[in-house]
């Protein structure tokens, strides 16, 4: 054994699970941020949670409104995930930048991208300071699920994104 960096580890422990972090900005534009850094972290009640760089647009807005939409990315939003993650909400309005078919779900005012096989409506329950990063804890208020649709991985850490397959 040999000691490695954590982005090695990262590629080792490939595929990551792929969510994108839906939130109302300021202006009440959507902002759209992928995220790998996810997990859930209880059945009863159901929670989940994920890491966000401590200056993320993304986490300001969930820190603001308390409220968000976590998504899974289809294959169709390849590109559009990549956009969205190597720029700032704050900086542009990414989906004029890089426009993608929406949908919404009752009980939230957030939307999420169409392409999407599960959505869970969050409330933020807390939130943990986690070296560069903050850990959102969010209770889960609705989940919704389209089976008929594919969803995306970070490989390689970020390097590359496509679905998993079974072997």
């Not at 209880?42 to 647009?57: H, T």
Request: charged fraction near 20%; hydrophobic fraction near 40%.
């Amino acid at each position: 054994m040999k000691e490695i960096k954590f982005n090695e580890a990262a590629a080792i422990t490939s595929p990551n699970p792929l969510v994108l972090v839906c939130t109302e900005k300021e202006n009440g534009c959507l902002n759209i941020a992928p995220v790998s850094f996810f997990m859930y972290t209880s059945v009863n009640p159901p929670m989940l949670a994920f890491a966000m760089g401590k200056a993320s647009n993304s986490g300001e807005n969930i820190r603001r409104t308390g409220k968000a939409i976590i998504s899974t990315a289809g294959d169709s939003l390849k590109e559009a995930v990549m956009t969205y993650g190597s720029t700032s909400g704050r900086k542009i309005d990414k989906m004029t930048h890089t426009p993608i078919v929406l949908q919404s779900v009752e009980g939230s005012d957030i939307q999420f991208p169409e392409d999407t096989k599960l959505a869970f409506v969050v409330s933020l329950t807390k939130t943990i300071e986690a070296g560069d990063h903050y850990l959102y804890l969010c209770d889960i208020d609705k989940i919704v699920a389209d089976e008929t649709k594919e969803v995306l991985f970070a490989w390689n850490g970020y390097a590359k994104l496509a679905c998993a397959q079974q072997k």
